[in-house]
């Protein structure tokens, strides 16, 4: 009991993907600056923001509904700290595998995106309702071909359980060949998912001026950062487990593979960002119903065909 | 190397000349420069002709003037290289008014808006001469471009 | 979901100054845009009255920041068209130099501007990057680097420092190869142009019925540009293009402005080049300025700037009128909003590259509950300034 508590909240639980969240911060602006021809923020910076944030004072505006303005924040950290219990971070085992757990983390990290519109419709301001009804928008067109890209380890591996899954094709790496394009598309619907540029249409701060946390400050403010940046590393994470074929069981070397693995993911997320400007609502929709979900089911069906005559 | 224009000058003077006469006065001070002094009342007139016979479609601004005896409302139009200053004279009155050239150059609508807040010339026939330049609160019939306008007590330096 | 009413401004993160532009929409579309003028008035038309001809010129180069250089030049060739003043061949020279130069930082920095606004930071950071070089320039020429304050009446203030003209052609040499290189970004690039392209249309007639002006109306294949149509200082010597495009949607916006950038730098160069020796300016100039009237022309980097100025035969400007491209776009601007997505709206008021603070010319301070007008006078901001000790 003592162990899976120190697991849960030391290592690898709260206090690591703290830190670690604020160090992906950190190397994702700083990348950014770099590729920008800028200088970019100290180590310390993300760390400073959210101390600073933390001490400011929270202001419920007179609109808003105080008993979700209060909630949220915490909600949408409680969900995706949650994703931890069924994730192997920096091992080849999850805390606690269970068969299913794969759809558990999507719904958690899906439940995330709800908060935010949630925060966006009960700060009940033009900007943000706007931002809210986008975020909306968006998350039905990309969540489809994420679930799709993800159902396509799944079906090779023939689990529902990540941890299974990610022992399979360890087991078979030339499965990560075959299901390349499944991981570009993840990418892609991950870049979706956590609102960053070309995909940050319900954030948008000259358009709508930051969208459903325009209300934001303070305690709020820096809960949801947080949970952004920790969305961020549970994403690579998962995507690193199905597609990168997971990480060591020896726990020097099962580090320095997780390390590795989520940096570069991080890096191509960042590089996405730096080349590309932030499309519309409409051409993300398009983009991903015309676009994605096609390629996503040729994907699934070669998977399913390889399984059916090749593995079996 | 020194390029060549065209230069409707001439014609454009014996054009206005010939239609309206003594109404119109019609000076050439430089090359592309023609000045044209109208009353009030005919100033609508000229713009229609120019538009009509000539295909005048741009206004640069309209400049108002308070000139002590009486207003000036200036039209800088720009025709094929030649800028025509339509000068209407509106005699001093309660309430000035030009026509509006709204329904001929759309172009005009905040420059005519812009004379009503701060001159005080109303554009008769203009579809929304709602406030523009000055703040909401300003007071009514507080026009500051007028040359009686207390400045100095109003904090201008 | 029912009409919901997005104000843009007064104050908002994509404008830089405060305008109010309220958009109706329809989802996420714009059904009806209005707009209310007048946030930045200063009533620089009506203080012109009781400034001398030269200190007008002075508070008419704080009418802007960016294109401050237009709206002196403008209104000093209107000066000395009423004074019957002929400046010297150099000091026309120097004037058209820094009218280039400042159309190319101008030009540089809407880039940048609209980059932010479509969530493109690179292109932000890079094009404000390449517009230090111009920058750079210009400081050593007028000693500033915004609000040169080079023009004077009769001619210009400094002459172009002596031995730099080979490293100002370096530099621009530079510049210009860098701007080949967006130019060529912006027509191979997928990215921008699908972001651009087709977003705020406006047609040929409806830019030549709204008088639009500027890279706004040559983007829609109008070519009107003063520098062609009525050339001032010494553009009649120079060989340059004028630039036209005839998509008339922001993409088309940003062509022009970027092929403007190198038609620029081509003058400037030219200028540089063909510098004439001699006085940079006339020894003696009329304080009191005859009575007369002139209304000048000058194409701004946003597009035609007029003043018209009238002189009783005093020492001040009997009137002074300015007219700031970005009013004369205003028009254009809200009929094409009408119908655009919201998320287009920003980008679409940037795309006619809007100053605020051209368009409105009172320092007076209403305070709306009592009425009273209360303004800050120098004398208590210089207090202010020192931490109101004294």
New interface residues.
Partial sequence: MTAELVQILLFPGFVFLFAYAMFVEWFDRKAYAL????VGPPWFQPFADFIKLMAKEYIIPRRANPLFFLLLPTGILAFVLTTIVCLPIASNRALYPFEGDILVVAFLLTAASIVIFLMGWFSNN??T??GG??AISQMISYEVPLLFAILTPAILAGSWSITEITAYLRANPILLIIQLPALIIALIALQAKLER??F??PE??????GGPLAELSGRGLALFHLATDIEMIVGVTLLANLFLGGFSANPALGLIEFFVKTLILVFILTAMR??????????LVLFCWHKLVPIALVQVLIAVLIKGWWLT | MVREYKNIDAKLKESLENAFGDKVKVENPRPHRLNVTVSRDDALEVVKHLNEKHGLTYVSTITGVDAIEHYEVIYHFFLENTVINLKAIVPKEENPWVHSIYHIIPGADLYERENKDLLGIYPKGHPDPSRQTLPEDWPEGDYPLRKDWPAKERGIR | ?AE????IGPQ???LEEPELFLLT?DG?EIVKAEMRIGYNHRGMEKSAEFRTFLQTLYLFERICGICSHSHTTCYILAVEEVAGLEIPERAKFIRTLVGELERIHSHLLWLGIA?????????F??SW?DREFVLDILEEITGNRVNYGINTIGGVRRDIPEGKIDDYLKALDILEERCQYYAKLAFEEG??A??LSGVHYLSKEKAIELCACGPMARASGVATDVRFEEPYLVYDQIPFNLVTYDSGDIFGRTVVRVLEVIESIKIARYCLQNMPPGEYRLEKVPKKIPEGEAFSRYEAPRGEDVHYVRSDGGENPYRAKVRAPTMQNLLATMESLKGS???????AIASMDPCFSCTDRIALVRDIRSGKESRIRFRDLSKYGKGGER
Wanted: charged content about 25%.
């Fill in positions: 590729m920008q021809n800028r033009p900007f309702i706007v009804t986008r540029v070309p940050d249409i948008a701060e000259t358009e709508i001026v730096t080349v590309m400007a932030r499309v519309r609502i409409e051409q | 979901m919901v009413k997005i104000p908002h993160p994509a929409v996420e980059g932010h606004e479509i969530g493109f930071d690179t292109l950071m890079y990057r990215t921008l699908a972001r997505y919201i998320a287009d709206a920003p980008i």
